[in-house]
């Protein structure tokens, strides 16, 4: 059943420190219909209320706010808003929402990312919109693939067009292998090597995956495609791991990728998308990258704390809610494996149950890190958090040595145009 729902610019608290943008819109349910769309798939059959984002935007700053504070100081501190990892923008289900959308955004000066499969209208929008970050998953070569499993959407060679003409326009583009699934290619050895040419090098890989929930509403009737989308452990990880080891030979950045991995690379995984200017969101890719050029640059690992942390990021923030513990929501069933229910009503206590790196793998959870001692000694600070230690050069260990280790510089203030100068 189709129904109105009061859709409104959301926290985007699954992705938390994943990605550099901090919100996002649900549009209309998405009209692609890929049989294995998580957001489809959960049941959502909702119709985006374009008056209800209106008003949201339109009061932001004023006392009538809708909606709830974490949103809106995004919104108005100027955070780009994600259109949409939950729906394509340029579905045919979208095409009207995302003209007055653009509109609307634009005229509040709030910038947009985009995760698109490409459509009618994208062309025209990447041509007139300022340049931005734009993530487009490639998923099969075989046309009969397409059609079974992402049957309303375009085809390879219209997205990797949709890709080329973006990058030209001056767009940050990362092409996704989202869902990779290698038995869908033919030839995915030469796809990497043309997108090489063609100038990328960025890359998101993420396995298929479905729960037991979202299996019952797929539609397709095929059970090889069931039976291997419901496999925690994959019978083809040799040749996901074989693609990964290519690409990265190939000299592609890859997401997710954590801790060190990232030091031979000049800059971020987002690096090239904080170059536009604007504002960013604080990534843990980002932060990592950071504290292990300083860990080199010193030979010692570095020690940060919650405060740090938040100082850098940017969310040393003095508004109180009970919805930030949402953003502990991913990590709930860990935390409470190991006898905790966490709460938080700020980011600072967001960030301290993360830092509880041994209870949950939480996204300060990384080869490299580990909880500072001292004598054998967790050390806490003021507010009892854990501290905790960055060590490009000892892998996999538990403790750190509080006198082995240096302080980190990246808690001081941040550069007013971004967190992009070290002290
Ligand atoms: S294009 Fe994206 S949002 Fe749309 S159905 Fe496919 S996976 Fe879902």
């Known amino acids: ?28 349910a998405c009209s692609y219909e890929c049989a294995y769309c998580w957001a489809n798939l959960d049941g959502r059959r909702l119709e985006l209320d374009l008056q209800a984002v209106q008003k949201q ?23 780009p808003v994600s259109l949409s990892p939950t729906s394509d ?44 970050h734009l993530s487009i998953p490639l998923t099969t070569d075989r046309a009969e693939i397409k059609n079974r499993f ?12 949709l890709a080329v003409a973006a990058k030209a326009k ?41 729960s037991l929930r979202q299996r019952q509403w797929v539609k397709v009737a095929d059970e090889e495609f069931l039976q291997y989308a419901m496999m925690s452990e994959k019978p083809d990880w040799r040749k996901i791991w074989q693609i990964r080891q290519q690409a990265e030979a190939m000299g592609f950045m890859l997401d997710p990728f954590y801790g060190s991995a990232y030091l031979g690379h000049g800059q971020p995984y987002f690096g090239e998308y904080f170059a536009l200017g604007g504002k960013w969101f604080p990534t843990v890719q980002e932060f990592f990258w950071r504290l292990g050029q300083e860990a080199q640059h010193l030979g010692k690992p570095m020690v940060y704390s919650v405060d740090d942390f938040s100082h850098w990021a940017g969310l040393d923030l003095d508004f109180e809610s009970p919805s930030f513990g949402n953003y502990l929501s991913g990590w709930n069933r860990e935390f409470r494996r190991s006898g905790k229910g966490p709460t938080a009503y700020s980011f600072r206590e967001v960030h301290a149950h993360l830092f509880d790196i041994f209870d949950a793998r939480t996204p300060f959870w990384a080869d490299e890190t580990s909880i500072v001692t ?19 050069f000892t892998l996999r260990k538990d403790k750190t040595e509080l006198k082995e280790a240096a302080r980190t510089r990246l808690g001081q203030p941040k550069a007013p145009a971004g967190r992009g100068v070290l002290g």
Do not use: C
């Not at 959301?10 to 209309?28: A, G, K, S």
């Not at 995760?115 to 009618?120: H, I, S, V």
């Open 150 to 161: 992402e049957p309303g959407s375009p085809g390879l060679e219209e997205r990797l067009e």
């Open 89 to 132: 923008p340029f579905a045919p289900s979208n095409e009207q929402a995302f003209v007055f959308l653009r509109e609307l955004f634009k005229e509040a000066e709030i910038p947009l990312v985009l995760e698109t499969r490409g459509g009618r209208l994208a062309g025209a929008a990447i041509e007139t919109m300022a340049p931005t």
């Open 57 to 79: 935007i339109r009061n932001l700053g004023g006392i009538n706010e809708i909606g709830e504070g974490i949103a809106a100081h995004f919104l108005e501190s100027g955070y």
């Open 374 to 392: 001292e004598q054998g000694v967790p050390v806490l600070d003021e507010e009892g958090s854990l501290l905790l230690a960055f060590d490009p």
């Open 170 to 210: 001056g767009h940050v583009v990362e092409i996704g292998l989202n869902p990779l699934v290698p038995a869908w290619w033919n030839d995915l050895p030469g796809l990497l090597a043309r997108l090489r040419k063609l100038g990328f090098n960025r890359l998101l890989i993420q396995e298929l995956n479905l």
């Open 1 to 28: 059943m189709i129904y109105k729902n009061k859709i409104l610019i959301d926290p985007l608290y699954w992705q938390y420190l994943y990605v550099p943008w901090p919100t996002y819109l649900d549009l209309n």
